[in-house]
């Protein structure tokens, strides 16, 4: 992968990637906008990326945080439509999962199920991203499914 | 009923809307230094970078390369973002020009990345009107150096704001065409658009003033 010189060629590469996440965690359109904004504007402050080839991981990172921190700040509202617009039916996670996972799930397991299931991040790319050792990030998307499946019966 | 390719199609719309109000925040908070944009033209896509003290790149093609990046980014720090705003106005005077609508541009353009010799190579090119032709020999000694013609066609091969700065209007002494940074047929089809047609092998001397 070549090397990033500019915020363009950071946005151009991972931003469709990070608002489909700001979307699947926040299940609101407008949230997962000001999280895709935050997010970036964080990225341009703090450049250059903290290691060369791990930008991806460090965006899921701010974005994660950028998701507790409003979580802290308001209470989660989920617009069905705007999660049917996140959830293509993926690995056998079904918009259904989404949902339940977004309603039940604490912001951390959320972020995990989310990164692995959804986004398709290897664990190691998940553990980087929420600042955890691998072992902790298989654990918790363990948990996470666990808890939705058990919401949905 | 909704189908999957209406929802990507939507959360792309939403992308494109979140990512047009990003880059007015990073704008206002001057975080972005740079504006670029990729725009059609009868030439193929070009890709155009507008700095805060003018144009700094037209690029043949949808993407700069690492070196014309580079050189933006020694210059102008990382804060290159696409902005149409900023790259609409050269845009529309370069759709003029290609409609036969414009003979010069008013955009302001930077060179202050380059070498001293490099623009004053450039601004000697500038000079050479719409529909005229001259040599890199002239231009060499209109930048101060009658002999660095070899010089002055490698200045114009680096030429970062071609069509603007009309290195095309440049030919060898001999009346071959020279070379170009868009490729023979591209400075064919300018020379061609700006009056007279190009006599295969090149221009004949007498055009060469």
Redesign the interface.
Known sequence: MTVLLTFGELLERHEREIFAYALRLTGDRDDADDVYQDTFLAAFRGWPPPRRGQERAWLYRIATNKVIDRARRAKRLVRVDDLRLAAPERDGVSMADLATAVKVLPEGQRAAFVLRKLQGLEYAEVARALDCSEEAARSRVAEAMKKVKEAMR | M?T?QD??D???A??R???E??VA??RR?G??TVG?GVVDSPLGPLWIAVGPRGVLSIHYGGEPS?HE??RI?RAYG?????DARRSDPVARELDQYFAGRRKSFDVAVDLSPLTDFQRRILAATAKVGYGDVTTYARVAAKAGNQKASRAAGAALGANPIPIVIPCHRIVATDGTLGGYAGGLDAKRRLLALEGGTVPPGGWPKKRAT
């Open positions: 909704t999957l929802g990507r939507e959360v792309l939403l992308n809307l979140a990512r109000r990003l925040r990073a908070e975080l972005e670029y690492a990046l580079g980014v990382p804060g290159l973002l696409p």
